[in-house]
């Protein structure tokens, strides 16, 4: 069965600071790999997602995550934060395109001016 | 394009009521999911739905049921609410046929059980 784990139930930065968040899976095949936003009081919103293909996935507002097998992790990064970044952030996984879809315990991120 | 809609958005119930979340997508998706979410806990799927027609339980399904009624709606019922089911629920879509499973998410409904 898939699950992912998410390192650190809050994460806090200095705005213009690096931005790590941690996610592993779990998962019995090559899996796919999503992150998702959800801004306070707003529903989720997909950030980026990998598949198949090129392991270091683009995704909207500056964040990329990269899929690496050997450490079954996708940690979701941004080179510089900024205060709208605030929100809490959830990694999921599902076994295809087909399968049902697994999110973990999620991570709030803060940023200090 | 109205996507995922949920209704009620916001409910109170006493213990042992029953009472049915509706979820509609106008965007022709295969399949549909139920999720809770709670602090600290994350998303966890209730119920999800492959297809019209077929339902399978997700990791949460205890004290719940749902209903695939055609391929736009996918409601979920609590037959004899408890305390335990205080939560917000969402309700997501996704298509299987598109090769990215990417959920599209209602705003979600607040339900509250005292």
């Known amino acids: 069965a898939q699950s992912v784990t998410q390192l650190g139930s809050h994460v806090s930065v200095s705005e213009g600071a690096l931005v790590l968040l941690r996610c592993n899976y779990s998962?019995?095949?090559?899996?796919?790999l999503f992150w998702y936003v959800q801004y306070p009081n707003q529903g989720l919103q997909l950030l980026l997602k990998?598949?198949?293909?090129?392991?270091l996935v683009k995704g909207i507002n500056g964040f990329e995550a990269e899929f690496k097998k050997s450490e079954t992790s996708f940690h979701l990064t941004k080179p510089s934060a900024h205060m709208s970044d605030a929100a809490e952030y959830f990694c999921?996984?599902?076994?295809?395109?087909?399968?049902?879809?697994?999110f973990g315990s999620g991570t709030r991120l803060s940023i200090r001016p | 394009n109205a996507g995922v809609t949920q209704t009620p958005k916001f409910q109170v119930l006493k213990t042992g009521q029953s009472m049915t979340l509706q979820c509609a997508q106008d965007?022709?998706?295969?399949?549909m999911y139920w999720y809770r979410q709670d602090p600290g806990m994350g998303l966890r799927l209730i119920y999800y739905?492959?297809?019209?027609?077929?339902?399978d339980k997700g990791e949460v399904p205890n004290g719940y049921n749902v209903s695939r009624l055609n391929k736009r709606e996918f409601s979920l019922r609590l037959e004899s609410a408890a305390p335990s089911q205080t939560s917000v629920y969402f309700c997501?879509?996704?298509?299987?046929?598109?090769?990215?499973?990417?959920?599209?998410f209602g705003a979600g409904s607040r339900l509250t059980v005292l």
């Open positions: 997501a879509s996704s298509d299987r046929n598109s090769g990215a499973n990417v959920l599209t």
């Open positions: 998962s019995s095949v090559p899996p796919y």
């Open positions: 990998y598949t198949t293909g090129a392991t």
């Open positions: 999921a996984v599902s076994r295809d395109s087909a399968s049902k879809i697994i």
């Open positions: 965007m022709n998706h295969n399949s």
């Open positions: 739905s492959a297809s019209e027609g077929t339902t």
